[in-house]
Every structure is written in structure tokens, then in C-alpha cells.
């Protein structure tokens, strides 16, 4: 099951990273900060709730929580690491 939970944390990690992609961030500041609020809303909902599970006395439903809860805040916060500073190209 904790396989199946690394799978789940890759998913969600490569949308971060299509989410922090410099070539793909809006224009203007207000869109971008409105795209970097989405992100941490939508992440600390995933922690929540997967988080919640790894509480669960279900061995199936606590391996899934314990590894997607941590695994998401993490690649979120990787995914924020790794974003490269935007070029000239970037930004026209």
C-alpha cells in the first residue's frame, strides 16, 4: 500500500511542478498569486484528509494516509525549490 501512496504523491507532485513551470505562470502578479493561493489551498486540503486517514485503525486506509499526507506537503514544497528564476524569453 505504500507503493500505491508513492504513486499517489508522484501524481500530485508533477502537477505542482506543471503549476510552478515559469514558462507556464501568468502574466501579471494578481494571477499569479491567485495561482499560488490555489496551490496551498488545495494542498493543505490533500494533507488534511490524507492525514486524517493515516489516524485510521484500517491498516489499508492508515499505509495510504501516513505516506500521501507528508508525501504532498513535501512535493509541493520541492516543487516550490525547484522552480527556476524566470528568463528574458519567459517573460515576454
Not at 26 to 50: G, I, K, M
Request: proline share 4%; no cysteine; hydrophobic share 55%.
Amino acid at each position: 500500500m505504500h507503493l500505491v501512496g508513492l504513486l499517489l504523491v508522484v501524481a500530485v507532485g508533477s502537477n505542482y511542478a506543471l503549476f510552478f513551470d515559469v514558462g507556464a505562470q501568468p502574466a501579471n502578479d494578481s494571477a499569479r498569486r491567485q495561482t499560488l493561493t490555489s496551490l496551498v489551498v488545495a494542498n493543505l486540503t490533500t494533507v488534511a484528509s490524507f492525514g486524517l486517514l493515516g489516524f485510521s485503525n484500517v491498516p489499508v486506509l492508515s499505509a495510504i494516509g501516513t505516506t500521501v499526507g507528508p508525501g504532498a506537503l513535501l512535493a509541493l514544497v520541492f516543487s516550490a525549490i525547484f522552480v527556476g528564476a524566470p528568463s528574458n524569453a519567459a517573460a515576454r
